[in-house]
T-cell receptor, first 113, second 116 residues
């Protein structure tokens, strides 16, 4: 079973920051937080991942709370093309971590013009 | 750099038949994972192959099998197809040779299988 809890849907205005929350209260010390998204009928796309420090890349920022029980994915300037289902996944470290992903239901993010 | 390639993109089969799906990973990736996506169950892990060996397996019946070749290309096979096997089958590759620890998975566009 998925070890994360996400709101089923969210809306955001185009050009604003989209903040997607994720609860992972049972995360263990060696588990990473991954975010993927899936645009309709396409394969999931990797966004970002982190262990305990905040991370930023060209797509998004990941903020992980100090106790690591929750995180927030931030899309700084959402566009219509960011409309997708966003999945938050916790996965163990080590070489097997990225290869067996347990997907939950995700958050359906809709960016409105 | 070419992405993960899955063939065919679409497939229609009849109940009771078998089907083989193919996945070519990103060049240099050693791990290939397979997932099934249905509207009811969402994205579910099928199995993972690494260096021609099955390393992880999800909770699917034995009708679902796979293999990986020495060039890391992978195939999955479903025998005795059932209507419920209709799904989008996704392949993901990861673990470039120069990396050993956590890295992201790259997904293909999937094969949409319809069983009639």
């Amino acid at each position: 079973d998925a070890k994360t809890t996400q709101p089923p849907s969210m809306d955001c205005a185009e050009g604003r920051a989209a903040n997607l929350p994720c609860n992972h209260s049972t995360i263990s010390g060696n588990e990473y937080v991954y975010w993927y998204r899936q645009i309709h009928s396409q394969g999931p796309q990797y966004i970002i991942h982190g262990l305990k420090n905040n991370e930023t890349n060209e797509m998004a920022s990941l903020i992980i709370t100090e106790d690591r029980k929750s995180s927030t994915l931030i899309l700084p300037h959402a566009t219509l093309r960011d409309t997708a289902v966003y999945y938050c996944i916790v996965s163990p470290s080590g070489i097997q971590g990225a290869q067996k992903l347990v997907f939950g239901q995700g958050t359906r993010l809709t960016i409105n013009p | 750099k070419a992405g993960v390639t899955q063939t065919p993109r679409y497939l229609i089969k009849t109940r009771g038949q078998q089907v083989t799906l193919s996945c070519s990973p990103i060049s240099g990736h050693r791990s290939v994972s397979w997932y099934q996506q249905t509207p009811g169950q969402g994205l579910q892990f099928l199995f993972e192959y690494f260096s021609e060996t099955q390393r992880n397996k999800g909770n699917f019946p034995g009708r679902f099998s796979g293999r990986q070749f020495s060039n890391s290309r992978s195939e999955m096979n479903v025998s005795t197809l059932e209507l419920g096997d209709s799904a989008l089958y996704l392949c993901a590759s990861s673990l470039p040779r120069e990396k050993r620890m956590n890295t992201e998975a790259f997904f293909g566009q999937g094969t949409r299988l319809t069983v009639v």
